[in-house]
C-alpha cells in the first residue's frame, strides 16, 4: 500500500517528507490537515496527539515527527540512500537536522519568512520587532550551519542526504525575503548549496506557493 502523508500543504515540516519521498521515487497520497485551524479532526489527533504535521501511515504503522519519518522512508523504500554510511557523516548529519530544528527553524520561517515574505503577500503587516529578531538570530544560525557544511557539493558529502532537505525546504522559505536571501549570499558555502539544491526538479515539484 502506498504510504499516506497527512499534512498542510504550506507546511516546512511537511514540505520535507514530500522532498524525501519524492527523492526517493515512492509513490503515496496526501490527506490534507491544517493544524492552525480551531477545530484540527479528532481523528488526527489520535495520529499526532501534539497537533502539527506531518503524520505519516504506512500500511497500519503511524508515524509523527518529521526526522523519524524521513529516516523511515530511508530505509523502508528503495531508491538513492539518503543517509551516508560513515559514522562520522552520520553524526553529521543528524547534527544539522539537530541544529536546523533547534535554532534555525523559529527564526528563518516563523520570523523572517512570516513576517517579511507571508503576512505582506496577503496585504497583513509583518511585525517589524519579530523580522529583526529573527535576522539576528539567523545569522548566528546560518554560521554555525557554515560551519558544519562539508567542503563538498552537499552538506554532508558528496551524494546528497536528508540534512540536505530538511535545511532545504525552510531555506526555500527564508530565501524569498530579500534580508534572508542577503544573510545566505554572505555565507559561501550555504549559498553554493543552495543554488545547486534550488535546481533539483524535486523542489519544484514540492513548492507549495504562498497561500493565496
Ligand atoms: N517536531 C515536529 C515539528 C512539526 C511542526 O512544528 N509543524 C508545524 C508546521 S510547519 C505545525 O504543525 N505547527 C502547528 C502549530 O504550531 O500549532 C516535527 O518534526 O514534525
Given at each position: 500500500m502506498r504510504p499516506i502523508l497527512h499534512g498542510y500543504r504550506y507546511s516546512v515540516y511537511v514540505r520535507i517528507a514530500r522532498l524525501v519521498l519524492e527523492e526517493k521515487g515512492v509513490a503515496y497520497q496526501r490527506a490534507e490537515v491544517n493544524p492552525f485551524a480551531a477545530d484540527v479532526p479528532a481523528a488526527y489527533l489520535a495520529l499526532h496527539p501534539f497537533g502539527r504535521v506531518p503524520a505519516l501511515v504506512h500500511d497500519g504503522f503511524a508515524l509523527y515527527e518529521t526526522g523519524a519519518i524521513t529516516r523511515y522512508i530511508d530505509r523502508a523504500f528503495p531508491g538513492p540512500a539518503l543517509?551516508?554510511?560513515?559514522?562520522?557523516?552520520?553524526?553529521?548529519?543528524d547534527q544539522i537536522i539537530g541544529v536546523v530544528d533547534a535554532y534555525a527553524y523559529w527564526p528563518l520561517v516563523r520570523q523572517v519568512f512570516v513576517h517579511d515574505v507571508l503576512r505582506p503577500s496577503t496585504g497583513a503587516n509583518g511585525d517589524p520587532a519579530e523580522l529583526e529578531q529573527g535576522l539576528a538570530s539567523a545569522s548566528k544560525a546560518l554560521d554555525a550551519l557554515e560551519t558544519l557544511a562539508a567542503n563538498d557539493r552537499w552538506l554532508?558529502?558528496?551524494?546528497?542526504?536528508?540534512?540536505?532537505?530538511?535545511?532545504?525546504?525552510?531555506?526555500?522559505?527564508?530565501?524569498?525575503?530579500?534580508?534572508?536571501?542577503?544573510?545566505l549570499a554572505a555565507r559561501p558555502r550555504l549559498a553554493g548549496w543552495w543554488r545547486q539544491l534550488a535546481r533539483r526538479p524535486t523542489l519544484a515539484t514540492t513548492d507549495p506557493g504562498l497561500p493565496s
Open positions: 543517509q551516508p554510511e560513515a559514522p562520522r557523516r552520520l553524526a553529521r548529519m554532508t558529502g558528496p551524494d546528497l542526504s536528508l540534512a540536505d532537505l530538511h535545511f532545504g525546504a525552510m531555506i526555500a522559505y527564508f530565501a524569498q525575503s530579500p534580508r534572508g536571501a542577503a544573510l
